[in-house]
């Protein structure tokens, strides 16, 4: 057999192997993985000294999201190119409901046309469900949905003003069709009526506190109540929760004992939840570029967080990425209720990591793999196809030098993001080259790749019974 290329000379990881061994490609899919492989013409990629993992999977972003009044700095074409240089090689980003859209699948076709042709890396999509009282018949969209290759929706328990609000009921309901179908239902977890009385009551202080009334009008117990919520609705259904961007501490617990019970839910959390905490938004100047939903807590809370992750509590990280320049940003004249919500991310998530994680010492290379690529895949529908470094996966790989470090600056960073809440913070990590289904997209750390080249991804339904244990990888030891 003749190969396209080899990616020669590499110390190849995945969520539960490590070997020095060549990986050749033949159409885009991996098609051998041993030792001196012949290259008989193929392109050699020299990757000695180099390490090899199964690209990232970053199943929550919102590129060119429009939101606040203004839209995420980042489209589609030049946030895929971001997450190539920060080694995702597959991103999971939302379509919208309309305020007339009565079925799902109208706001799936519309956000497809807005990504295709222009994602230079592949890509799936959620069906955001804002209005689940309005869908005529459930059960029929959510099979439509899964037919077209969209296994997941996103329900919201707060946005009650915006109109997008899923209440207990709704939840309730999603969760029971899921069950049968192999749907999964992803939730962002806050208490919409509590964080209201609290922001409004900030509110009036708003020229004194600044950025800092965002972290104190949300406080922990308005995400710890509503994950205990959704959790007890999994329960009583049965149907598949995933709760994105999980920020507290407390939230872990929960998911440890729900876990324990057997419930059927998994979580994701994100590098800033790890990485910052709420001081951040004391800053008079910058304090308000950080602000997020849910927004950053408390060192306690990065510590329960990375515990979490290493006992395999929480599955997947994910980066929520929702960039916003600082013009978008300075637009909040003051008022923490103005603030497009959201942080970059993508770009730097294997870095944050594999330097925060990795390095640390807090899990091994294989289990970094798990959380950041094997994990997400298993989870949203796409393993082996992603997530792998197997015979018949996608050739989807980033390589590392293990031992270069950069400090993070956001003028060197591809992200339209005119700063960087990791601004001077040191990481390794790096990719040097990116493959996205055999094609190099980095090269020498330089986006090389063709516009356009990223594919739609139709995901499977979720097998709960192929994963028989909520905690997906046991945590591994050292390297
Ligand atoms: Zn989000």
Known sequence: MSFDRIVKGGKVFTADDS???????????????GKNLPADGAEVLDASGLWVIPGGVDVHVHFQLRVAGTVSADDFENGTKSAACGGVTTVVDFSTQGPRDDTLLAGVEARLKEAEGKACVDFGLHAGISAYKRLKDPAADLRRLLDFGVPSVKMFMIYEQEGWQS?????????????????????????????????????????????????LSRPNFIEEEAVQRALKWAEATGGHLYVVHLSTGGGADLFKQAQARGVNAHVETCPQYLLLNDEVFKDKKTGHWYATCPQIKKKADNERLWQGLADGTIAVVSTDTCPFTTKQKDAWNGDFTKIPYGLPGVETLLPALYTFGVKAGRF???????????????LMGLYPQKGAIAVGSDADLAMFDPDAVRTIDSKELVSRCDWSPYQGLTMGGFPVHTLSRGEPVVRNGKFVGPKGHGRFLKRRPFGWKDLPEPRLVPPSGGR
Do not use: Y
Request: some cysteine.
């Open 364 to 378: 091994g290379m294989n289990h970094f793999v798990s959380l950041i690529s094997t994990n997400p895949a298993k």
């Open 167 to 215: 209440d207990d009921a709704d939840i309730f309901s999603a969760l029971r069709l899921a069950r049968g179908l192999g749907a999964t239902v992803c939730v962002h977890a806050e208490s919409e009526r509590v964080m209201n009385l609290l922001i409004a009551e900030h509110r009036a202080q708003k020229e004194r506190l600044g950025a800092w009334a965002h972290a």
């Open 19 to 33: 070997r020095e061994a060549d990986v050749a490609i033949k159409d885009g899919k991996i098609a051998a993985i």
